[in-house]
């Protein structure tokens, strides 16, 4: 997006809704026009208030952009599992190997 966040919500994610995909990619000036111009603002505080998720920011943290699957949660375990059994074996091998 060209449009500049502000304090505090310039480094964190939030989820895409009507409102990011309708303002993705204008300008700052652009936007600006809007609230000068039109109900963009009364529209936007009205939404806010109703707690609307189509319209108002919904911040989902820093990382949300990385999520690019939903995996069941048996399956996640079965790799945290695999995962774990690995670093062990590992850690194992690693102190069978040194002259402690």
């Not at 939030?14 to 026009?33: C, F, I, P, R, V």
């Not at 609307?52 to 820093?62: F, N, R, Y």
Request: proline share 3%.
């Amino acid at each position: 997006s060209s449009i500049m966040w502000p304090h505090p919500y310039h480094s964190v994610g939030a989820l895409h809704n009507q409102t990011s995909l309708e303002w993705d990619g204008k300008t700052a000036q652009e936007l600006q026009n809007a609230i000068d111009k039109t109900e963009l603002l009364d529209e936007y505080k009205s939404a806010q208030k109703a707690s609307d998720p189509c319209v108002v920011c919904i911040l989902s943290g820093e990382g949300v952009g990385e999520i690019d699957h939903i995996e069941e949660a048996y399956d996640v375990t079965l790799r945290i599992e695999k995962e774990a059994i690995d670093s062990i074996n590992r850690l194992q091998h690693f102190s069978s190997d040194s002259d402690f």
